[in-house]
């Protein structure tokens, strides 16, 4: 899907997030079920996923077509995790500032809550890393922790050619 077509916007920025997890947590002492127990931690997982992005400044998946910086591409259906990682409109999830050059989590474990099997959100953002990233050496994968995607666009540190010294 081309830059152009894409349709995006950004959730409401998420903020004081370290109180609103201490509080989430002190929640637990009051839960009378085990269902409400389990929304409680299906809340915190969330605020913990998106305050270990924020503290460590990395983009990763939260939900189908949510980035961790609150970028969401609209167009459902039509976009994939690439179309998500390559778009141009990433935003430094503290300052709000766009971020140029976003760098992303590696394979994340189990961040987010789910029943018994790992979370489909993140079966989906590991399955992605290993696909795109993973790399084999002498019948073992490996993947990066952190990442950036290399983009045709000038400000990519990536695409800058050193220039070599002049000989006199």
């Not at 509080?23 to 929304?39: C, L, Y």
């Not at 809340?43 to 969401?72: I, V, Y």
């Not at 399955?127 to 490996?142: D, Q």
Request: hydrophobic share 40%.
């Amino acid at each position: 899907m081309s830059e152009e077509t894409k349709n995006y916007s950004y959730i409401p920025a998420e903020t004081n997030l370290a109180a609103r997890l201490r509080a989430t947590k002190a929640e637990h002492d009051t839960a009378s079920s085990v269902v409400i127990h389990w929304g409680i931690q299906s809340r915190q997982m969330k605020l913990q996923a998106l305050l270990s992005d924020q503290r460590e400044n990395l983009h990763s998946l939260l939900f189908d077509n949510l980035c961790t910086c609150g970028l969401q591409l609209k167009d459902d259906g039509m976009t994939t995790i690439l179309d998500l990682v390559l778009s141009k409109h990433h935003r430094n999830p503290v300052t709000l500032e766009p971020d140029l050059d976003p760098r992303f989590r590696g394979m994340v474990t189990r961040r987010l809550f789910s029943m018994g099997n790992p979370n489909p959100i993140d079966a989906k953002w590991n399955s992605f890393v290993l696909n795109y990233l993973g790399k084999e050496i002498r019948n073992k994968v490996f993947v990066p922790v952190v990442w950036m995607p290399l983009r045709d666009i000038p400000h990519t540190l990536w695409n800058e050619r050193p220039v070599a010294p002049k000989d006199n």
